[in-house]
């Protein structure tokens, strides 16, 4: 079993629509919790760094944590064609801060 | 401020050859890792220096090995190339190994 489980997709959305994007991980050792925004042939883009549970919220997207239940989402209001990409979440340990591990990713594709 | 450059963004090499790929970190940080996407394993953390040490070392073989200079550009080199190390390899970038890391553009690898 991978320690980071994350919604296969692909996810479709029309233009506006909210979207939500989850993770779940099974390591209790997981503090810091990122988003990263991937477009093809690029590298990931952080989007969201958090690591306590609860909200945070920058701009259109709102990152949300749950350490309890061991998930976390990213939401995307008012989506935007621009916003068609990969998503991945990535977390890690406080021991291990430069050692993320990922999630397998999310293609979203926002309709005009 | 400049963002993590990495070079070069793409190498085609033949099997049993080697390869070193360049990272430069964003000005003043001082940890960086490296990352080998493909898309059937995803994104998997290689290994991580901070102040030109290895921290941290993901499960790859010998083959791949990294080094960090005093200025905090990183190399890694892969020697013996096997058509399966054929991956975009990623480098990204922190100011100290507990804070968000920032990816470069990556270098694509070929191995025919």
């Known amino acids: 079993q991978k320690e980071v489980e994350q919604d296969p997709g692909p996810l479709s959305v029309p233009e506006g629509a909210i979207v939500s994007l989850n993770c779940t991980y099974s390591n209790s050792a997981f503090q810091y919790f990122m988003w990263y925004r991937q477009y093809s042939r690029k590298g990931p883009e952080l989007l969201m760094y958090t690591y306590s549970s609860g909200n945070k919220e920058d701009g259109r997207f709102t990152a949300q944590v749950d350490k309890s239940s061991k998930y976390i989402s990213l939401f995307i209001r008012d989506s935007q064609p621009s916003d068609s990409a990969t998503y991945l979440c990535a977390m890690n340990p406080y021991t291990n801060a430069g050692k993320s591990t990922f999630g397998d990713g999310t293609t979203l594709t926002v309709k005009p | 401020k400049a963002g993590v450059t990495q070079t070069p963004r793409y190498l085609i090499k033949t099997r049993g050859q080697q390869v070193t790929l360049s990272c430069s970190p964003i000005s003043g940080h001082r940890s960086v890792s490296w990352y080998q996407q493909t898309p059937g394993q995803g994104l998997q953390f290689l290994f991580e220096?901070?102040?030109?040490?290895?921290?941290n070392k993901g499960n790859f073989p010998g083959r791949f090995s990294g080094r960090q200079f005093s200025n905090s550009r990183s190399e890694m080199n892969v020697s013996t190339l096997e058509l399966g190390d054929s991956a975009l390899y990623l480098c990204a970038s922190s100011l100290w190994p507990y804070n968000e890391q920032f990816f470069g553009p990556g270098t694509r690898l070929t191995v025919l």
């Open positions: 220096y901070f102040s030109e040490t290895q921290r």
